[in-house]
């Protein structure tokens, strides 16, 4: 079975614009997990989406976004950019909400 | 609100040597409890996990108990590899939701 894929690997940007970065979870999963890994904040979560509907949310600005599709696939978006938006973000998907989470390999995004 | 805290890193070992990594946790409820890895421009891998009090997680050799008592998660091995150097992340998961909860994560390195 083949893994949570993530789209682009990597992504340089200036301030002020808007990203969007996608995931694809693993076939079967209807539960997708958004973090944010910085060095100096670590391991922080964004948000979960499940069967289309957002469940939970972090402590994140109304900048950072997500949403996702019927076929489970899910998008982030953050909006005007700020250079602290530099950091490694991770998707992870589980088969239900409170089941283990199995990560991708990260979307490695530069804000310049 | 629910933390976790892991030991302060970096950890330097020669391979064949003895390794615990400690982990405690506050939280309410019964959370469930993970080790999580990380290799150099990877996403996290599941390692082990634990879900009640008492239960042993395992996998490659690494292992770690639920210990409610003294609320901790130590990941133990009796023998590293070279190839077990990465950065080793704590997480907890309540059980109303599927946010995770991270350590600050403590980079393991093993010289030959």
């Known amino acids: 079975k083949a893994g949570v894929t993530q789209t682009p690997r990597y992504l340089i940007k200036t301030r002020g614009q808007q990203v969007t970065l996608s995931c694809s979870p693993i076939?079967?999963?209807?539960?997708v997990s958004w973090y944010q890994q910085t060095p100096g904040q670590g391991l922080q979560f964004l948000f979960e989406?499940?069967?289309?509907?957002?469940?939970n949310k972090g402590n994140f600005p109304g900048r950072f976004s997500g949403r996702q599709f019927s076929n489970s696939r899910s998008e982030m978006n953050v909006s005007t950019l700020e250079l602290g938006d530099s950091a490694l973000y991770l998707c992870?998907?589980?088969?239900?909400?409170?089941?283990?989470?199995?990560f991708g390999p990260g979307t490695r995004l530069l804000v310049l | 609100g629910n933390s976790v805290t892991q030991m302060e890193g970096p950890v330097t070992l020669s391979e064949e040597a003895f390794l615990t990594i400690n982990c405690t946790y506050t939280a309410t409820g019964y959370p469930s409890l993970f080790w999580y890895v990380q290799y150099p421009g990877e996403g996290l891998q599941l390692l082990l996990k634990a879900t009640k009090a008492d239960d042993k997680g395992s996998n490659k050799g690494f292992e770690a108990t639920y210990r409610k008592e003294t609320t901790s998660f130590h990941l133990e091995k009796g023998s590293v590899q070279v190839s077990d150097s990465a950065v080793y992340f704590c997480?907890?998961?309540?059980?109303?939701?599927?946010?995770?909860?991270f350590g600050e994560g403590t980079q393991l390195t093993v010289n030959p």
């Open positions: 997480a907890l998961q309540e059980t109303s939701g599927s946010r995770l909860t």
């Open positions: 989406y499940f069967s289309e509907t957002q469940r």
């Open positions: 076939s079967g999963h209807r539960s």
């Open positions: 992870a998907s589980s088969q239900g909400s409170i089941e283990t989470q199995y």
